[in-house]
């Protein structure tokens, strides 16, 4: 599964960014830097 993130910057919303790629990542999903490959 590939995923992206647009994270609007507040610092809450940084957080919970963080939490969700971390999720992601030990669910062996990859990150791509651009939605449309997502």
Request: neutral net charge.
């Amino acid at each position: 599964m590939k995923f992206s993130v647009i994270s609007l910057g507040c610092p809450k919303n940084l957080v919970d960014t963080e939490y969700i790629l971390g999720k992601l990542n030990a669910c062996n999903a990859k990150f791509v830097s651009n939605p449309e490959e997502a």
